[in-house]
């Protein structure tokens, strides 16, 4: 408000004297070029080579004061400086104003560095975060974050080509963990470069943060005896694996209690024939940093025991229906799987071709399943059964069949009658000649009727 009035009593003032135009003083403000750290105060001398200066000031959306002045200068404070902003001093002089401008810069030196390794531990081979931010800190435009590992530069980022407001004063990178990354130190480096600014260089780095990687490879799962006769005790073991630290629990399924961490977990078993193809299976978990990390491995475990014949899978009494298609029904077992073999009245009987079930196939028919650790034999009645479900179908099946041959032959008859007439009245007729001439124009005969009736 108070500029504005001064300006226009400048302006008014212009109009009487237009010849003092030409008169040349200089306006110019001190100090010309300000860098100040956010929040601080800022003194300014406006001042000028007119000998008899008229209205003057400067012009700021800053908080001013005016601390001192002399004939040709005034000295303003400026408080609570927190933006980039221009400034604008001006003189009067004969009626002419003139002004001159001070940029302001504000600069923030980067004071607390923050560093963050995510996760602090972390399973070799997988990927590690390292973040790095400076929570209050200007122009970002000079600033440059470097990330370290020990005294190695991992990466560097600056951020005077990026559009300033979106960014963070943060850097971001993913890397993987290496086993010699273990107990390594990372930090984190700002440098505030203000010299182009007319000021200096500065300096922050983070505290050390020391990274852990930890191997957690599978437990090791073993099984004394991979292929046990049944019968047999084995011991079921599972344990950590040397890579692993710190020590992972150890839980083996079906062992009654889990052990301390480290200890090997395992579980005496006495194989039995339905324990083959069983799984096994370990698990081992490691809580580092509050975070559970599971690994697990399995195992199948193979009895071996002799071929069994069951009446469930080997019936003893089969009866089949009479003619329809059938098969032994008669499956072994036993690890290693045993071969089968049949025999009927001393013959090997095909045990893979289904076979058309006649009254002949009724018997006893003795099977024997063999494998590496011994054999078992069985004997099967087998039961035809004729005509109890089949009958009326089959009585059916004739008489529809006995009628089409009764249909057909009538047919036939009638269509031949002409023919078997000529046949038979030729041959008596030529008796008397020669056989050869008869037996000739009956078969020509006979050829014609064949012919006509095609
Ligand atoms: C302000 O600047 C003028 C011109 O350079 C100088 O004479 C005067 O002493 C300065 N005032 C202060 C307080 O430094
Ligand atoms: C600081 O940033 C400005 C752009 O805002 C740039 O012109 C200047 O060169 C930078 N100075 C340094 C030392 O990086
Ligand atoms: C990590 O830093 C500590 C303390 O600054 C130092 O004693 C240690 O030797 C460093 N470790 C490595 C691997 O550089
Ligand atoms: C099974 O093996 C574990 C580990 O080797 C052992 O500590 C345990 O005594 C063994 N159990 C038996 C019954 O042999
Ligand atoms: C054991 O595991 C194998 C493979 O993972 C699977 O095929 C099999 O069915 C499992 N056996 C049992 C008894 O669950
Ligand atoms: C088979 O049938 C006969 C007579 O019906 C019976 O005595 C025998 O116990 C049966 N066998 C089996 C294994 O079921
Ligand atoms: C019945 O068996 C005998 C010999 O055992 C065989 O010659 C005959 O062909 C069989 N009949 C049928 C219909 O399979």
């Not at 013959?347 to 002949?360: C, G, M, R, Y």
């Amino acid at each position: 408000m108070e500029m504005l009035l001064f300006r226009v009593w400048a302006l008014l003032a212009l109009i009487p004297f237009p010849g003092a135009a030409e008169e040349i003083f200089e306006v110019s403000v001190w100090p010309d070029q300000a860098l100040v750290k956010l929040g601080q105060s800022l003194m300014v001398n406006c001042s000028t080579t007119c000998p008899d200066p008229g209205p003057s000031g400067i012009e700021t959306f800053l908080k001013k004061t005016q601390v001192d002045k002399g004939p040709q200068w005034k000295e303003f404070l400026l408080e609570d400086v927190t933006e980039n902003s221009v400034l604008q001093c001006f003189f009067s002089c004969a009626g002419i104003q003139k002004d001159t401008s001070l940029g302001i810069t504000v600069y923030q030196p980067p004071e607390q560095v923050i560093l963050e390794l995510q996760p602090s531990w972390v399973a070799m081979g997988e990927a590690l975060t390292v973040k790095c931010h400076v929570p209050r800190v200007v122009p970002l435009e000079n600033l440059s974050l470097t990330l370290l590992q020990g005294n190695q530069e991992l990466h560097r980022k600056n951020f005077m080509s990026l559009a300033v407001a979106s960014q963070r004063a943060e850097v971001t990178i993913h890397v993987k963990a290496q086993r010699e990354d273990d107990r390594c130190n990372f930090s984190c480096h700002a440098e505030l470069d203000l010299s182009s600014h007319g000021g200096g260089l500065f300096h922050s780095s983070s505290d050390i943060k020391v990274l852990r990687i930890f191997g957690f490879p599978p437990p090791i799962l073993e099984i004394e005896e991979l292929y046990p006769l049944a019968g047999r005790d084995i011991n079921v073991t599972c344990s950590g694996h040397v890579l692993t630290s710190p020590s992972p629990t150890l839980r083996l399924k079906g062992a009654p209690d889990t052990p301390a961490p480290g200890e090997t977990a395992w579980l005496l078993l006495t194989t039995r024939e339905e324990d083959n193809g069983r799984n096994f299976s370990c698990e081992a978990s490691l809580e580092v940093q509050g975070q559970r990390l599971i690994k697990t491995t399995a195992m199948q475990l193979h009895v071996l025991y002799k071929p069994r014949l069951e009446e469930s899978d080997c019936p003893g009494n089969q009866t089949w229906v009479k003619g329809t298609e059938q098969m032994l029904t008669c499956v072994p077992k036993g690890n290693p799987t045993p071969t089968l073999v049949c025999t009927w009245n001393g013959v090997i009987f095909n045990l893979d071709v289904p076979q058309k079930a006649t009254q002949n196939h009724t018997g006893t028919y003795c099977c024997t399943a063999t494998n590496q650790l011994g054999s078992v034999s069985k004997d099967i009645a087998v039961l035809v059964q004729g005509l109890d479900e089949g009958i009326s179908s089959t009585i059916f099946i004739i008489i529809i069949v006995a009628l089409g041959v009764g249909v057909v032959t009538i047919a036939l008859y009638l269509n031949y009658k002409p023919c078997k007439i000529e046949r038979r009245k030729l041959p008596y007729r030529q008796k008397e000649k020669n056989n050869e001439e008869e037996s000739q124009f009956a078969v020509q005969r006979g050829e014609k009727c064949n012919a006509h009736n095609c």
